[in-house]
């Protein structure tokens, strides 16, 4: 079974989980995740260059097997050095013969060649060994692409729940300013309230409005970027499920540590690659050895002769002096040796302070989330008093405005917090090295 046949299979199954609505659909999010990977350019990217990769190692590879060869050619000509060797070929040589004029002559001739590498001077493992370790670097950087698009896709995914529960909230305190603003018109007309409380009320109401139309296009361009992450059209209308059991698989790392992460793992591929690298060019100043054999067909039809012959042997070059190509080769591969061996240093250390980050970010996120969902249930307690005292009338429509403000305010911080602890959980289990749903 091929990349292609299990990339339909997926597809197939990815597709089948998607709940499809009027012109969009509707996604959880380990199914984001899957369609992002499955579809997305930047993992179509990463494939085919390791498709590109896996066939540089079979090339590699086959310096380890013998070189096979078929050639035919059909010649006619009166020249008489290309004549008689054909004429001794053919097995039809005899006294008559004019070596100075052997007339015109044709000749058919089929060969079979077979070579193989005796001794490479090492290259050859070398070689191989670097196109093994290329490509196990290529197959961590696909990891690595899979891997920072599911930390954009998280990223989205609780940006739309984020800005879905902001209107939520703000939609809710509309709903209270209303009611409010109807209980004030009532007010006024029986006197027991002034124009001014009204007109306060309705000043905060429209100011609400204005701001969730804010809040409702933060939404659909976050929706959008969804679209983008899963490879759908812009247009596409996508809502998230109500009920999402994917989003408690995402927990606490098991372990903080970068060495299994795909971005160090290809560094120590490289470096790999680049020692094996100096062994290749040190090959450069070693001996070869091949051996061949081949065997031979000849026909003619001028002088109706044919014949047979082999050919077997083995063949040496030593490297006496190449104008220093070798020692600059080695010089070089060195060089990359010592690059690539201070990239894993840089990596290691860029790695170390991401996970640091994400660790603090993660304790942050905890906390405010903590904090936001104290507040919320302060500004709850405080709007139902509020509540009361105004019906009551002693209560001004500024000071409601003040507490009813303060717990739309609340609840958009909660809806804040919660989704920043979520997202900020699943990048630390990435930079963990870690799949984001366990």
């Avoid at 013969?97 to 002559?105: E, S, T, V, Y």
């Avoid at 703000?170 to 029986?190: F, H, P, T």
């Amino acid at each position: 079974m091929g990349w292609t046949d299990i990339r339909k299979i997926v597809s197939v199954g990815v597709a089948g989980m998607v709940t499809i609505v009027a012109n969009g659909m509707e996604l959880t999010l380990v199914e984001a995740l899957q369609l992002s990977v499955e579809r997305h350019p930047d993992a179509e990217t990463a494939r085919a260059r390791l498709q590109e990769l896996e066939a540089m190692e079979v090339t590699a590879a086959s310096a380890s097997y013998p070189y096979l060869s078929a050639r035919i050619n059909y010649v006619q000509t009166n020249n008489p050095m290309q004549g008689f060797g054909a004429i001794l070929s053919q097995g039809t040589f005899d006294n008559t013969i004019d070596f100075n004029d052997p007339g015109q002559l044709d000749a058919f001739t089929g060969q079979l060649e077979a070579r193989y590498r005796v001794y490479s001077g090492g290259a050859r493992d070398a070689n191989r060994s670097i196109a093994r370790h290329i490509r196990t670097a290529g197959e961590h950087q696909v990891k690595a692409a899979e891997s920072a698009l599911e930390d954009a896709v998280v990223s989205t995914y609780f940006s739309i729940r984020q800005a879905d529960d902001i209107v939520r909230s703000v939609n809710a305190g509309i709903d209270v300013l209303e009611e409010n603003l109807r209980i004030s018109k009532i007010k006024e007309e029986s006197g027991e309230l002034i124009r001014t409380e009204r007109l306060n009320l309705e000043v905060e109401l429209a100011a609400l409005k204005r701001e969730l139309l804010a809040h409702q296009h933060q939404a659909r361009m976050a929706r959008i970027r969804m679209a983008f992450l899963i490879s759908e059209p812009a247009t596409t209308k996508i809502t998230l499920a109500d009920s999402d059991p994917s989003i408690d698989r995402i927990a606490y790392p098991s372990s903080l540590s970068i060495k299994s992460r795909p971005k160090y793992l290809a560094a120590l591929e490289a470096a790999e690659a680049a020692a094996q690298g100096i062994l290749s060019a040190r090959a450069g100043k070693r001996p070869t050895m091949d051996a061949y054999a081949s065997w031979q067909a000849d026909k003619g039809w001028r002088r109706d002769g044919d014949g047979t012959s082999w050919t077997a042997g083995l063949v040496m070059n030593m490297p006496i002096f190449d104008g220093h190509r070798a020692k600059s080769e080695i010089a070089a591969a060195k060089a990359r040796e010592k690059a690539a061996l201070e990239q894993i240093h840089r990596t290691e250390l860029s790695l170390q302070m991401e996970l640091e980050e994400a660790r603090l970010a993660h304790e942050l996120a905890i906390a405010q989330k903590d904090v936001a969902a104290k507040q919320v249930d302060q500004a709850i307690e405080a709007a139902e008093l509020s509540r009361e005292r105004f019906s009551a009338g002693t209560l001004l429509s500024t000071e409601l405005i003040g507490v009813e403000s303060r717990l739309i305010d609340s609840r958009v911080q909660l809806a804040i917090a919660t989704s920043q602890e979520r997202m900020a959980l699943a990048h630390l289990r990435r930079v963990s090295g870690q799949r984001i749903l366990n």
